[in-house]
């Protein structure tokens, strides 16, 4: 094992105990039960230190508002809040294949924007420590594929993903929540749109081709009626 200063892993601590397991047996040590350490074991395996692992949920606005910020602040675009969706995510497509982060040391951001950061700064120590328990992040009020662009900005910013060489390494699954009555019945059409970004396409394959989708049924209901909301959710492609 590592030292004692080393973060303790899921991972490493297998390791240790699989290494006990292997020297009790050596020595002729089996119990017919299979004992505490090999049903510590199968926990460890099934479960992890996390028991359960955590999702992040955040509204698209505030995504949207914290990368006009950056976007400001760096020079590269003053007006994105203006640009219509094609322009959106040709911009962010284009970001996203740069290494440099936007955000230079010591810049201050706006209390919304530093609190986004910080959110995926501790995604960024939680995977590190142990991959899987908080590589999550649902982004509500999903109306454009941007919306997902946008927090993968976010993620490049905090570490969770980069682009080097033309190869993708990602550690966070970003995913979208269609909630309004309009995007539940076009959300096939924006999935199609956000596939055929290339760069996206890379991210699904950094993260093993699986892109979870959520719909939402109770601000459908709000939007446009029991009835509706519920056609909607049946319908939604």
Known sequence: AAGGDAALSTESLLADLELLSRALRDVGFRPADGG??????????????????????QHSRVHETAVAELLERAAV??????????????LLADELGRPRPLRLPGLELTPTTAEVLE???????????????????IVSMTHDPSDLLEVLVLAREAG??????????????VVPLFETID?????????AALLDT??????????????????GYSDSNKD??????????????
């Open 77 to 90: 675009c003053g007006n994105y809040l203006d640009l219509d969706e094609a322009h959106r995510s040709q």
């Open 119 to 137: 959110t995926m700064a501790v995604v960024r120590e939680a995977e590190s420590q142990d991959p899987g328990s908080m590589s999550t992040w």
């Open 160 to 173: 969770l993903w980069r682009c080097e060489a033309g190869s993708v390494h990602a550690d966070l699954d």
């Open 36 to 57: 505490r350490l090999e049903t510590l074991l199968a926990r460890l395996r099934s479960f992890g230190l996390r028991l359960v692992a955590f999702d992040i949920r």
């Open 198 to 215: 290339p760069l996206y396409r890379q991210h699904l394959a950094a993260r093993g081709n699986h892109q979870e989708v959520m719909i």
């Open 224 to 237: 446009g009626g029991y009835w509706m909301a519920n056609w909607a959710l049946h319908a939604a492609p």
């Open 183 to 191: 995007d539940l019945l076009h959300a096939g059409t924006r999935l």
